[in-house]
């Protein structure tokens, strides 16, 4: 199920562009609304996984009001965004802790990014809902990597396998290998799945791309990752080797 994405915002143009971008990415995103009252209806009328929200509302309230109303009452996670960002703003907003601040003008690079993270993060917190309780909530099991001037999303379930050399990961997908700078132990952290094994001091694997298996290695995509005796034991219990 796709995240349900509400807009505060009294600037018309300025909502349109949001709304547009978020649609474009498959969001859901119901009419903007452009000040607190209108905001509120949303809220619980909509019920949006996450709401984009203008500090500066036409009205007595504005949108660090509606950012209250949010963690007081629903407690989603928000994406703050703004032209005004002098201290005495910021240190406002810093107590309704937003997941994410953008600072007028932003780039559509720069609200993906936003959103997909504020949900990411906010997901992954330990007072929230998970798909596994019931509820309909989204995890976004991916995470961005910059390369060349875009950051580019990769879900977990894209990656085959990671190889480690020095501080730096590679990662390799069906489509495309991305070197990081860190280790293996460090994005297994990030990926935070089960079904991401270590294999060998310098490999980690994808479970679920596993073609075949030996006692010496694993063949992923016509790849032959290699198993260390370390692993080896753990690895033949979780495959069910019959």
Do not use: W
């Amino acid at each position: 199920m796709q995240a349900k994405i509400g807009i505060v915002e009294d600037e018309l143009i300025i909502a349109s562009y949001i709304k547009g971008i978020l649609e474009e990415l498959h969001y859901i995103v119901p009419p903007p609304c452009k000040n607190y009252e209108e905001a509120i209806t949303m809220l619980e009328t909509e019920k949006p996984d996450l709401v984009i929200l203008d500090i500066q509302l036409a009205g007595e309230k504005d949108g660090v009001n509606v950012a209250e109303y949010i963690r007081k009452h629903i407690d989603i996670p928000f994406v703050f965004h703004t032209a005004n960002s002098d201290v005495a703003t910021v240190e406002r907003v810093k107590k309704v802790r937003p997941n994410a601040f953008l600072t007028k003008p932003f780039q559509r690079k720069d609200l993906l990014i936003s959103v997909e993270l504020a949900l990411s993060n906010f997901s992954k917190t330990p007072t929230h809902k998970t798909a596994e309780d019931g509820d309909n909530y989204l995890i976004k099991d991916s995470f961005f990597i910059k390369d060349a001037q875009y950051f580019h999303k990769i879900r977990f379930d894209e990656v085959l396998y990671l190889e480690s050399e020095g501080a730096y990961v590679t990662l390799f997908t069906e489509k495309k290998k991305y070197l990081l700078r860190g280790s293996i132990a460090q994005y297994l952290e990030k990926m935070s799945s089960r079904k991401f094994f270590r294999v060998h001091r310098s490999y980690a694997v994808n479970l679920d791309k596993i073609d075949m298996i030996n006692t010496s290695f694993i063949t992923i995509r016509e790849e032959k990752v290699p198993i260390s005796k370390n692993f080896r034991d753990d690895l033949l219990t979780l495959m069910n080797i019959v």
